[in-house]
C-alpha cells in the first residue's frame, strides 16, 4: 500500500483591524446585497462546515477533533498562563455545552491527546492573531490518518488581544473570540470566505459567525459561536443531549474543572448626552441658575475606561468664561468646557456643570451646543448621537414638558411557577436615565419571585423603553388569587410617582396536592407509588419499563414530579402526622391506606404508622385529623 498524498493544513485567524465606521451605530458590516458577484453568497451553515455539506467519521478524525468514545482529548502547552489556561477552560466548556462529545484535558505526552493548546510571547504568529494546525495522509486504498500527531496545534499571539475593539476593550473577551476562532477550525469549520468546496460568503462578518475575516462591533458582546457556529458544529458532532461519557482513567472531564460563567458578555455599550433642565432654559433674574450636562454610558459592558471628544459652538451673543473672574451683567454661561471626557472602568455617567449667569438686559436668545465625536477609530461606542445637542437660552417663561411613561404586561393575569414581561416606554424622558421601581402588594413577598426584589432600578434605553422579566414561584400553598402592583418612581426614595400603578393578577395555580402527576386523578398505583418512593429517598427515572408505565399518563416530567414532591416535603405538606419530619414509614404508610380505602377506616388508617411524636396522638379519634389533612391534599 502506498502512500498518495499527505498534506500539512494552516488555518488562521488575522490580526483585528476594523473599517473606519461612516458614522456611530454603524458596525462595519459589509453588505452583499451592494457588491456585483458571480458567487452565490449563501448563509447556510454549509459555507462553515471545512468539506461542504458534511465531514465523515475518517475525515474528521483524520484532521480534526474528533470524539474518542464520546470524548474530544485536548492538552495544554506546560508553559501557558493560568488566567489564559482558565479562560480556554471557558472557551472549552462552552463548545462542551453545545455538541455531544465531552471534552476532557490531558498531558501533552498522552497518547490519546488529539491537540495542543499553546500561546506565544510574539505579536503575531506570520501575521496572524492565532493559528490551527493538522497534518494528515491518504493512502491508496482511500484511507485518511493522521501524520505528524505533533502538528495538532492551537497557538495564540499576543496579536489575539487586539480584538478587544469589538467587545467594550475587553482583553479578555477579544482573546477569546480569537480562541472561539481557532477551536472552530479545529472542530472542523472553515472561513466563510473559502470557496474550496463550492459554498461560502465574502460578506457575513463576525456578528454572522466568529469565522469571519469581515470584523465588526460585536451586537450582542459574546465571543463565542454564533447561531450560524452552532448549527455548523451540531451538523459535523451532534446536538449535546446531557448524557455524560466516561473518560480514560485517572482524566478529568472540562465539566469537573468548573464551574463557569459561560452567560458573561461585554457588549459595547451606548452613549447618551443630555441637559437635565431641557433643550431650553430661561435666563435668571437675580441669581446663577445651575444646570447639567450629563453623559450616559449604558446598556453594555463599563468595566474598561472610555473617552469622547466634545465640540463646541456658541451663538455670536453668547458670552461664555471659566468660574474664576467673570463678570456679571456682562457674561452669559460659566463652566469650563472640556475638549475630552474619559469614564473611569465602572463609571456609567460623567456631569459637566454650567452656570446661566443673572442680568437685566433684554435680549435674543442665545444657545450653546456639543457635538459628541469619537475618541478613536472605531467608536468606543455602538450607538451615540450623531447630532450636536443644543441648549437655548431664554427670555421667556419655560414651561417644562411632562414626562410620560406606559406600562404594558406580557399578560394580565399570571399564573404561579410562570414567566412574565413589564414594558416600560417613555416619552419625555432621556435614554439612560434611571428610573426606580417597586413590586407590591397584599400577600406580596420576595418569596412570590425565583429571584427578584422587590425593589429595584432599571435604565432607559435608546428607544425611550425597558423590559422587566420575572419569574414567579411555585409556593404550593392555597391562598388565592394575588394582586402584584407595579410602580415607577423618578427618585430612589420612592417618593414621587411616575405614571399610574399597574395591576397584575398572580393565580393560585399550584396549591400542593398527591396528584403529583397531575392527570387529575389521585391513583395509589401512581402517585402513591411515586410518593413512596421519593419519601424512601429514591426517585423514578424513564430508563425502566415500570417507570414508563408509571409516567405514561402523566402531565408532568419525571424531574417535573420529582421537584413537585419536593416542594411538597420543604413546605411539611406531607407531614400528614405533624411530627416535624415527612416520613415513608409514617407519612407515606398513612397516605397508601387512605388512597386504597378498604381496609384503612378508623384506626386502621394510624395503627403501628403514626408517630409517637404527632400531635393527633393526644386527642381523641386521632386518626380522624389524619384523615382530612390526607383529604385536603387530594382536592
Known amino acids: 500500500m502506498s502512500k498518495l498524498s499527505s498534506q500539512f493544513e494552516i488555518c488562521a485567524c488575522p490580526i483585528c483591524t476594523i473599517s473606519p465606521l461612516s458614522s456611530w451605530g454603524a458596525l462595519g458590516s459589509n453588505n452583499s446585497n451592494s457588491v456585483t458577484s458571480s458567487k452565490i453568497q449563501s448563509n447556510n451553515k454549509a459555507i462553515l462546515i471545512s ?72 505579536t503575531s504568529i506570520d501575521g496572524a492573531a492565532g493559528i490551527y494546525t493538522s497534518s494528515s495522509v491518504q493512502w491508496s486504498d482511500g484511507r485518511l490518518e493522521r501524520a505528524d500527531l505533533n502538528s495538532y496545534k492551537i497557538v495564540l499571539a499576543e496579536g489575539a488581544y487586539n480584538k478587544s475593539i469589538s467587545f467594550a476593550d475587553s482583553r479578555e473577551a477579544g482573546w477569546k473570540n480569537v480562541a472561539f476562532h481557532e477551536l472552530g477550525h479545529a472542530l472542523g469549520l472553515e472561513h466563510p470566505h473559502d470557496w474550496n468546496d463550492a459554498d461560502g460568503n465574502d460578506f457575513i462578518d463576525t456578528n454572522g459567525t466568529v469565522m469571519s475575516y469581515v470584523s465588526a462591533i460585536d451586537e450582542d458582546g459574546s465571543p463565542g459561536f454564533t447561531s450560524l457556529d452552532r448549527d455548523a458544529l451540531i451538523s459535523i458532532h451532534g446536538e449535546e443531549t446531557g448524557k455524560k461519557s466516561v473518560p480514560l482513567p485517572d482524566v478529568q472531564l472540562i465539566n469537573n474543572l468548573g464551574p463557569y460563567d459561560l452567560a458573561k458578555t461585554w457588549k459595547t455599550p451606548s452613549l447618551e448626552v443630555h441637559f437635565n433642565s431641557g433643550k431650553l432654559i430661561q435666563e435668571p433674574k437675580t441669581e446663577l441658575k445651575k444646570t447639567e450636562l450629563i453623559f450616559t454610558r449604558f446598556d453594555g459592558y463599563l468595566g474598561n475606561k472610555a ?20 463678570t456679571r451683567g456682562f457674561h452669559d454661561v460659566v463652566f469650563n468646557p472640556p475638549s475630552q471626557l474619559t469614564f473611569s ?15 437685566t438686559i433684554q435680549e435674543a436668545d442665545e444657545w450653546l451646543e456639543v457635538k459628541a465625536e469619537p475618541a478613536r477609530t472605531p467608536d468606543y461606542f455602538i450607538n451615540a448621537p450623531t447630532n450636536p445637542i443644543r441648549l437655548t437660552i431664554t427670555e421667556q417663561e419655560v414651561i417644562e414638558e411632562a414626562a410620560i411613561i406606559t406600562i404594558t404586561s406580557s399578560a394580565s393575569s399570571i399564573d404561579e411557577g410562570s414567566n412574565f414581561s413589564l414594558t416600560v416606554k417613555t416619552v419625555n424622558m432621556a435614554p439612560g436615565k434611571i428610573i426606580y421601581y417597586s413590586l407590591s402588594g397584599i400577600g406580596i413577598t420576595e418569596a412570590d419571585f425565583l429571584s427578584a426584589k422587590l425593589y429595584g432600578e432599571a435604565t432607559i434605553g435608546a428607544d425611550g423603553s425597558f423590559i422587566l422579566n420575572q419569574s414567579l414561584s411555585n409556593d404550593f400553598l392555597k391562598e388565592g388569587a394575588e394582586q402584584l402592583e407595579f410602580r415607577c418612581f423618578s427618585n430612589n426614595t420612592r417618593t414621587l410617582q ?66 413537585f414532591i419536593e416542594s411538597g416535603i420543604k413546605l411539611k405538606m406531607l407531614d400528614i402526622d405533624q411530627d416535624g419530619t415527612s416520613s415513608a414509614l409514617s407519612d407515606g404508610v398513612m ?15 394510624t395503627n403501628s ?15 380522624s385529623g389524619i384523615e382530612r389533612a390526607i383529604d385536603i391534599l387530594k382536592l
Open 307 to 326: 473617552s469622547v471628544n466634545l465640540d463646541w459652538k456658541f451663538s455670536e451673543n453668547l458670552k461664555w468664561y471659566t468660574p474664576e473672574g467673570y
Open 345 to 359: 472602568p465602572d463609571q456609567s455617567s460623567i456631569t459637566i456643570n454650567l452656570w446661566i449667569v443673572d442680568d
Open 498 to 563: 411616575l405614571g399610574d400603578t399597574y395591576n397584575v393578577k398572580i393565580n393560585d395555580s399550584s396549591a400542593f396536592t398527591i396528584d403529583v402527576d397531575s392527570n387529575a386523578i389521585v391513583n395509589v398505583e401512581t402517585d402513591g407509588a411515586m410518593l413512596m418512593r421519593k419519601l424512601f429517598g429514591t426517585f423514578i427515572t424513564a430508563d425502566s419499563f415500570d417507570d414508563k408505565i408509571l409516567l405514561s399518563k402523566s402531565k408532568k416530567t419525571s424531574r417535573e414530579i420529582h421537584e
Open 51 to 122: 468539506s461542504g455539506e458534511s465531514i465523515s467519521p475518517d475525515q474528521l478524525a483524520a484532521k480534526w477533533l474528533f470524539s474518542n468514545n464520546g470524548v474530544i482529548y485536548v492538552a495544554f502547552n506546560s508553559g501557558l498562563d493560568p488566567i489564559l489556561r482558565q479562560w480556554w477552560y471557558e472557551v472549552l466548556a462552552s463548545a462542551d455545552a453545545l455538541i455531544e462529545p465531552e471534552f476532557a484535558v490531558v498531558e501533552a505526552s498522552h497518547p490519546a491527546a488529539q491537540m495542543i493548546i499553546n500561546q506565544v510571547p510574539d
Open 591 to 605: 397516605i397508601m391506606r387512605r388512597l386504597f380505602t378498604v381496609g384503612s377506616e378508623g384506626s386502621a388508617l
Open 609 to 623: 404508622a403514626i408517630s409517637s411524636n404527632s400531635p393527633f396522638n393526644t386527642v381523641p379519634l386521632a386518626y
